[in-house]
């Protein structure tokens, strides 16, 4: 098995022996692929009571957005004194996980082999958006998973378009507000984002701002 820190963006794909890069993995996996990686990693972190949720891609997936989505996104709860390097110990020897190169800072790579479905493993101290009793379990494949709130996806998918031009951002967040509005609290999600946060985003994204007045920002 190769650590985090490795230079190598090479691992064998099980049971084949044979050498993959990153590069070839597809662009997208299907709702049970992807299903099967959050289960396999909610049962690695949930006996060691890691708190965890899943958002991202899968989580818009999972709510009903038909879009590609090429990896699973996990958001760990930081502690004190467990970080990303105790929580890569978990995966370093499990026969289902390889650990490749990091792609973005205080993330965790793992990619769960059966299905060649990269993981992204994140401690980013969000703590505000994992609040006891504000996490939901939606059951996927027969199994309860944690994922954030309806109303704290949203705030996180504000955020995370104010950071970057990813154009799935703007896509979740539309979709969210036109099919999704019954599910969502726009007034917790005003009281949970900054204006400024708010006006960075629809500078990035412009087919946001008609979205952020329906919120009553």
């Not at 993995?25 to 949930?46: D, I, Q, R």
């Not at 994140?122 to 958006?129: E, F, S, T, W, Y």
């Not at 996927?140 to 705030?155: D, M």
Request: net charge neutral.
């Amino acid at each position: 098995m190769s650590s985090a820190s490795s230079s190598s963006a090479s691992l064998t794909t099980a049971g084949s022996g044979s050498s993959t890069t990153l590069a070839d993995f597809p662009t997208s996996f299907t709702v049970k692929e992807l299903g099967l990686a959050a289960l396999a990693v909610h049962n690695v972190l949930e006996p060691w009571y890691i708190e965890h949720v899943f958002l991202g891609g899968y989580m818009a997936l999972v709510t009903g957005h038909d879009r590609a989505v090429d990896s699973v996104d996990v958001e760990c709860r930081k502690k004190l004194f467990i970080g990303l390097d105790k929580v890569a110990v978990l995966f370093e020897d499990h026969p289902d996980f390889e650990i490749v190169p990091k792609v973005r800072p205080n993330t965790l790579r793992i990619v769960y082999l059966p299905m060649n479905v990269p993981v992204n493993l994140m401690m980013r101290g969000l703590h505000d958006l994992m609040i006891p009793g504000d996490l939901q379990h939606l059951t996927i494949g027969g199994s309860r998973l944690p994922f954030l709130s309806y109303t704290n996806f949203v705030v996180e998918k504000i955020r995370a378009s104010a950071e970057r031009w990813h154009a799935a951002d703007a896509e979740d967040l539309i979709y969210m507000c036109r099919y999704r509005s019954m599910d969502w609290e726009p007034k917790v999600v005003r009281g949970r984002v900054k204006k400024a946060v708010v006006r960075k985003a629809a500078e990035r994204h412009r087919c946001l701002a008609p979205q952020f007045q329906s919120m009553g920002f």
